[in-house]
């Protein structure tokens, strides 16, 4: 059985499609509506649509809770509680919709997932209760912007640029560092593992192929590689990097969507290091600030 939680902000409608994508392959338990409880317009709306969803699938009882959403403290603590009860006293997995959630409240969600232990959809069942983030994407976006290139497209960007900042607030973030690769494990075959199976578009039909693909050819005959491999992959796929799947005698090894992006992320990092030295390199008499480096 399952949790879900949904901030209702301005769209009721893409977060109940949602909803309604989830439950036909999830068991909800339990729902958990939040909605804006400042006393002003942005309240108005979120509450009333908040209460519109809760009719709508009034089924499940949702429980509503206001929250202040521009708030970085009242979010996490609200949502704490509700990660406090379900995931760790009731053993359920939760679903945090954040489709309509602000950069504040955002920000907390994904500490809060790290903290109560989080997984990507795609990645291996996880032995314990876990926490799912997820968004759903506008079917149409952009309709009430002007077109490019009309008087009435910069009146428009000048118009929406006049909103000035007031503070600058530092998000507060868990100290410990997350190490999703070990840079000390075996000179890092965490990651060599991970870039072999980009570099073969995502998967290996088995852990023998993998391992020949590390390690050279015969090297799945040794039992302590094999071993060592075995151990690596399951650890990667705790990590939610990986997944391991099943058929017969043969486990198929492949990339999680979350996986494929943190190696590519890394892989590009290292391409754009090389771009910044080389533009520093050239810059002798123009600043870098105005270069465009494309990766």
């Known amino acids: 059985?399952?949790?879900?939680?949904?901030?209702?902000?301005?769209?009721?409608?893409?977060?109940?499609?949602?909803?309604?994508?989830?439950?036909?392959?999830?068991?909800?338990?339990?729902?958990?509506?939040?909605?804006?409880?400042?006393?002003?317009?942005?309240?108005?709306?979120?509450k009333y649509n908040a209460q519109r969803l809760a009719q709508v699938i009034s089924?499940?009882?949702?429980?509503?809770?206001?929250?202040?959403?521009?708030?970085?403290?009242?979010?996490?603590?609200?949502?704490?509680?509700?990660?406090?009860?379900?995931?760790?006293?009731?053993?359920?997995?939760?679903?945090?919709?954040?489709?309509?959630?602000?950069?504040?409240?955002?920000?907390?969600?994904?500490?809060?997932?790290?903290?109560f232990g989080s997984a990507s959809p795609d990645s291996t069942p996880m032995p314990t209760p876990t926490v799912y983030v997820y968004t759903m994407s506008a079917e149409r976006r952009g309709e009430f912007i002007p077109p490019p290139d009309s008087p009435a497209f910069y009146e428009w960007i000048e118009e929406k640029d006049s909103k000035r900042g007031v503070d600058m607030e530092l998000i507060p973030l868990p100290s410990a560092k997350l190490e999703l690769i070990e840079e000390d494990v075996d000179e890092s075959?965490?990651?060599?593992?991970?870039?072999?199976?980009?570099?073969?578009?995502?998967?290996?039909?088995?852990?023998?192929?993998?391992?020949?693909?590390?390690?050279?050819?015969?090297?799945?005959?040794?039992?302590?590689?094999?071993?060592?491999?075995?151990?690596?992959?399951?650890?990667?796929?705790r990590k939610g990097?990986?997944?391991?799947?099943?058929?017969?005698?043969?486990?198929?090894?492949?990339?999680t969507e979350f996986g494929r992006i943190l190696i590519s992320a890394i892989l590009n990092s290292e391409k754009f290091k090389e771009r910044v030295r080389d533009a520093e390199k050239q810059r002798s008499l123009k600043p870098l600030v105005g270069t465009v480096l494309e990766l």
């Open 241 to 255: 990097l990986v997944y391991k799947s099943y058929g017969g005698k043969v486990r198929k090894i492949g990339l």
């Open 59 to 115: 089924f499940f009882k949702p429980i509503l809770v206001g929250v202040n959403p521009l708030s970085y403290d009242s979010l996490f603590t609200k949502l704490y509680s509700i990660l406090d009860l379900e995931v760790r006293v009731n053993k359920r997995d939760v679903y945090i919709d954040c489709t309509d959630m602000p950069q504040e409240a955002m920000s907390a969600v994904i500490t809060l997932s790290i903290i």
């Open 189 to 237: 075959k965490e990651r060599k593992v991970l870039e072999v199976l980009y570099k073969k578009k995502g998967h290996a039909d088995s852990l023998k192929t993998l391992i020949e693909w590390c390690e050279g050819v015969n090297a799945a005959d040794k039992p302590r590689v094999k071993n060592e491999y075995s151990r690596l992959v399951t650890r990667l796929s």
């Open 1 to 46: 059985m399952v949790v879900t939680v949904h901030y209702v902000g301005f769209h009721p409608t893409m977060i109940l499609d949602g909803f309604e994508k989830l439950r036909v392959s999830k068991p909800i338990e339990k729902v958990y509506i939040l909605y804006d409880k400042k006393n002003d317009r942005y309240g108005a709306v979120s």
